[in-house]
């Protein structure tokens, strides 16, 4: 059994910072990464962590965002800095876990970027 909750999201001005965390249960993460789905828009992967820790970005995001990962909370976290009205979506995390890697979402956290 797999459980991912996405939690941290929230109303922030241009130019903000948030800091997401998903909490996974069940089995230990792999390589795990962050999602957003922007209104009227398809799902898209926004940042990646393997297990080593290398990472790799979207390059609308490149500079502004950081994923993380604590092995020992079995959490992976996303610092959002400089945030623009495009960042806004509800961001979900999935990845290498359980049985059926990338199959699980969680209900996501909404972003909202705005004045």
């Known amino acids: 059994q797999v459980q991912l909750v996405e939690s941290g999201g929230g109303l922030v001005q241009p130019g903000g910072s948030l800091r997401l965390s998903c909490a996974a249960s069940?089995?230990?993460?792999?390589?795990m990464g962050w999602y957003r789905q922007a209104p009227g828009k398809q799902r898209e992967l926004v940042a990646l962590?393997?297990?080593?820790?290398?990472?790799n970005y979207a390059d609308s995001v490149k500079g502004r965002f950081t994923i993380t990962r604590d092995d020992a909370k079995n959490t992976v976290y996303l610092q959002m800095n400089s945030l623009k009205p495009e960042d806004t979506g509800v961001y979900y995390c999935?990845?290498?876990?359980?049985?059926?890697?990338?199959?699980?979402w969680g209900q996501g956290t909404q972003v909202t970027v705005s004045s």
């Open positions: 999935n990845g290498d876990l359980g049985p059926h890697p990338y199959d699980y």
């Open positions: 069940g089995f230990k993460i792999g390589a």
């Open positions: 962590i393997t297990k080593p820790g290398s990472t």
